[in-house]
């Protein structure tokens, strides 16, 4: 006997068509707002790659060119970014040192090795990644900067910093020799417009496809999450480029990602 409305029928069977149709005009929409994003993005981050460096004595007005500054290095801090694999250990922020101190880290398990800029817990509980950070003002304005682990080691607190500014953003330093790029806050939001238009695109799919709230929700389905993130961090090396070495970790994000959602839904 067909059930409808009762125990988990209404989970299992497809949504009705007017209720498809709305999930897919919705989709619709919100590609196209997310397609406008990555635009408007990609637009601006042209304009900052074009802009001419600003006349001297330009001051705050030249909105339309790179500005050069020069500010003084404050501070510098140290630590590992953590993450946990889901077996023993957790996950462990990292400690920081400021004040021009020494590097000192705090993994998340003991015994710890490091290889490749990556430490992984002996344990196999947790993955840390160090980062190096400097804190420079110029203007009275104090901004943290990431820098290389080199340049960490040779900075000190008071040292000259040279910065390029677009639009109040820095999008470069220069300190004891050692330069230092950064990616305009258009760039860097291209990539999750294009992580979220990915879903939406494969929630328009599925309406037209299933419909069934069973499949959407099924465990599977999430790694659609890692997919879409993965189409995200390829478009964005599309649109403006990368190191080979971030093509290649890409790719291999988002194969394993497809392989990973496709054998899940296969086996299950």
Not at 128 to 148: F, H, K, M, N, Q
Not at 220 to 235: E, Q, S
Request: glycine share 20%.
């Amino acid at each position: 006997m067909k059930t409808t409305g009762y125990g988990r029928g209404w989970y299992r069977g497809r949504l009705p068509g007017w209720l498809r149709g709305l999930v897919v005009l919705a989709a619709a929409w919100g590609v196209l707002l997310c397609g406008q994003q990555v635009a408007d993005g990609y637009g601006a981050t042209l304009e900052y790659r074009d802009a001419p460096a600003c006349a001297a004595g330009s001051g705050e007005g030249g909105a339309e060119c790179v500005r050069r500054e020069t500010g003084t290095v404050l501070d510098r801090r140290t630590g590992e970014h953590c993450t946990s694999n889901g077996t023993s250990g957790g996950t462990a922020a990292g400690t920081t040192i400021g004040g021009g101190g020494g590097m000192a880290t705090a993994g998340g398990s003991t015994g710890g090795v490091v290889a490749g800029g990556v430490t992984t817990g002996g344990g196999g509980g947790t993955t840390c990644t160090p980062y190096y950070d400097i804190e420079v003002e110029w203007l009275a304005r104090t901004a943290w900067l990431s820098v290389g682990s080199p340049t960490y080691r040779e900075v000190r607190t008071g040292d000259r910093a040279e910065l390029r500014l677009w639009r109040g953003e820095v999008v470069a330093l220069g300190v004891r020799g050692h330069s230092h790029s950064y990616a305009p806050s258009s760039q860097r939001g291209v990539l999750p417009w294009l992580a979220v238009g990915c879903l939406i695109l494969a929630a328009g799919a599925w309406a037209v496809v299933s419909g069934r709230l069973s499949g959407l929700l099924a465990f599977p389905t999430f790694g659609w999450l890692f997919v879409a993130a993965g189409v995200g961090w390829l478009g964005a090396l599309a649109l403006f480029g990368g190191h080979p070495v971030t093509w290649a970790f890409a790719l291999a994000w988002t194969g394993f990602a497809v392989f990973w959602t496709v054998s899940a839904w296969r086996t299950g």
